[in-house]
């Protein structure tokens, strides 16, 4: 403890932070589940889909942004503190007894390394786990809504690329009656007719597979010649996980050592290497975000003349956030569409804003 801590005033100002960290984290997460709420009550309201289904969804994303939770948290957790300390005039009382900048910064990058480690763990592995979760049950709700698009006396354009219309659909069973399809999806389209039809869905560890199960009809081929096939049972399948690449994770989805092992693959496409390496580069850099987090929150909780910074600190926090989430974004957007070096374009917000920080620190400290 004396190695981190060599007095008092550090191991004091360490344990002081944790518990603004813990509040950071549950505030900056409510104000996201708060938007995306407001955003998934559509599949509620018109989609029908179920409350714990949505519930669902919202414990990925959670999950999946926790890495950009972190550093936020840190940040509201320092200004906080350091905030708090400067307005009592602590921060001068510290100065006066001796304390270098460093011995008052040290405690803040102690718990920025804990918060670091604690934001690659999630970043590496967790948050992808949980974005994938959430496109399988954004893959498998598409799936079991394919029923929804089908309406009884009425012909069903768009469904699959195929035209669709049946006489009558038992509400209770799903079992449509006297069904005609126009599939187009051949070079040479198929016409079934059929006494009877059913939407079948069948779960496997890849997905959803959805087939539309005919019985006692015919299919009709125009070709050079006209074809005529009787079947007493015919499945059309509609949605096949292995065909669609289901199992093919997006570069977000993806751990950092499955990103890194793709990018040795031969013969990716451009668009891909640079999702990939964009994918790589920003996992580490919101990582060691907390420790310019960190150096930001102290150079700007013991400025001069902050009496009032501790009532601020969480405005200050979110003005910090937005600023360098904005220019994180452009910077992102420029190395997606090639117009910046991706690994330049990454790097350049934690560079910018380390430099504020040191020039902000050592100004304080004149």
């Not at 093919?248 to 950092?256: L, V, W």
Request: contains cysteine.
């Amino acid at each position: 403890m004396k190695v981190l801590f060599p007095n008092k005033a550090s191991q004091y100002l360490f344990f002081e932070m944790w518990p603004s960290l813990i509040m950071g984290v549950l505030v900056f997460l409510f104000i996201m589940i708060m938007f995306q709420t407001i955003h998934y009550t559509e599949f509620v309201l018109i989609h029908g889909v179920s409350i714990f289904t949505v519930a669902q969804m919202l414990g990925f994303i959670c999950i999946s942004i926790l890495p950009a939770l972190f550093p936020m948290a840190l940040l509201f957790s320092v200004l906080m503190t350091y905030g708090r300390l400067s307005a009592d005039s602590e921060i001068v009382a510290l100065k006066a007894t001796g304390h270098s900048m460093w011995s008052i910064l040290t405690p803040a990058l102690i718990l920025a390394a804990v918060v670091a480690l604690l934001s690659a763990q999630t970043s590496f592995h967790i948050a992808p786990w949980g974005n994938r979760q959430f496109e399988i049950l954004i893959s498998q709700l598409e799936q079991t809504k394919a029923s929804a698009t089908i309406r009884e006396g009425t012909f069903s354009e768009g469904f699959f690329n195929m035209v669709v219309y049946t006489n009558e659909i038992d509400s209770k069973t799903g079992l449509m009656s006297k069904v005609f399809i126009y599939d187009e999806r051949e070079e040479l389209p198929l016409t079934v007719i059929a006494k009877h039809g059913q939407l079948i869905q069948e779960n496997n560890n890849l997905g959803n597979t959805v087939f539309l199960r005919l019985q006692d009809g015919n299919i009709h081929r125009q070709g050079v010649s006209h074809t005529k096939i009787n079947f007493g049972n015919f499945d059309i399948r509609l949605i096949d996980p292995a065909k669609e690449n289901l199992r093919a994770k997006t570069p977000q989805s993806m751990t950092i050592e499955e990103v890194s092992e793709k990018l040795k693959q031969p013969s990716l496409g451009i668009d891909l290497i640079r999702d990939l390496q964009v994918e790589f580069h920003k996992r580490w850099a919101i990582s060691l975000a907390c420790f310019i987090f960190a150096i930001v929150g102290v150079a700007l909780g013991t400025q001069a003349n902050s009496r009032h910074q501790k009532n601020n600190g969480f405005i200050l926090s979110l003005i910090v956030v937005i600023c360098y989430w904005a220019l994180y974004v452009t910077a992102e957007g420029s190395a997606r569409n090639g117009q910046t070096q991706v690994a330049l374009a990454i790097w350049a917000p934690n560079l910018i804003f380390l430099l504020f920080a040191i020039y902000r620190l050592y100004k304080n400290w004149d």
